[in-house]
């Protein structure tokens, strides 16, 4: 029975996926990004997009966005944000060098998904375990994983769509 957390956790992506790909979230991040890049006036920018995109599922499933945020909203203790909110920084620095000026704009939703997850985890305290927290991270990791192959592969893995698997994770105790 020691495979079965992993077994587990692939369901759990496997689920949140099928949600996903139903809800299209990857699109709804697309044309957000469009509609950034019009206001902008970045119309003449190829990357723009991509690089929002990329940047933005990038920087809100890793482990610190997650458990950053169950521990503000739980504990009030906001540490990990803030030490995440630098290394975001940097990271941004150095994919917006490489990808444009549309990494950037990931503050946006990087703000709107964890203050969601910080609102969430303090309404939801009573229901989130050792377990629950060890499901977020394994199917992050996973997650992390799809943007690393998209990033170095000419691959497309639609890791937006795979994002309800978060809530999913929440929600297998």
């Known amino acids: 029975m020691k495979g079965l957390g992993t077994i587990v956790n692939v369901l759990l992506v496997v689920v949140g996926g099928v949600i996903g790909e139903l809800l299209n979230l990857e699109r709804f991040i697309e044309r957000f990004g469009s509609w950034l890049k019009r206001k902008t006036g970045s119309a003449k920018d190829p990357q723009f997009v991509d690089?929002?995109?990329?940047?933005?599922?990038?920087?809100?499933?890793?482990?610190?966005?997650?458990i950053g945020s169950i521990q503000d909203g739980i504990y009030g203790d906001h540490s990990i944000l803030f030490a995440k909110a630098v290394m975001d920084m940097?990271?941004?620095?150095?994919?917006?060098?490489?990808?444009?000026?549309?990494?950037?704009?990931?503050?946006?939703?990087?703000?709107l998904v964890q203050g969601a997850m910080?609102?969430?985890?303090?309404?939801?305290s009573p229901m989130i375990s050792y377990s629950v927290l060890n499901n977020l991270s394994y199917v992050g990791s996973i997650l992390i994983f799809c943007i690393g192959i998209n990033l170095m592969f000419d691959r497309h893995i639609r890791v937006a769509n795979l994002l309800p698997a978060l809530a999913v994770a929440v929600m297998w105790r």
Do not use: E, H, K, Q
């Open 118 to 124: 910080t609102l969430l985890a303090a309404v939801l």
């Open 90 to 111: 940097i990271t941004v620095m150095v994919m917006a060098a490489t990808m444009g000026r549309g990494c950037t704009f990931s503050a946006i939703p990087i703000a």
């Open 51 to 66: 690089a929002f995109v990329s940047a933005s599922i990038t920087l809100c499933v890793g482990a610190m966005a997650v």
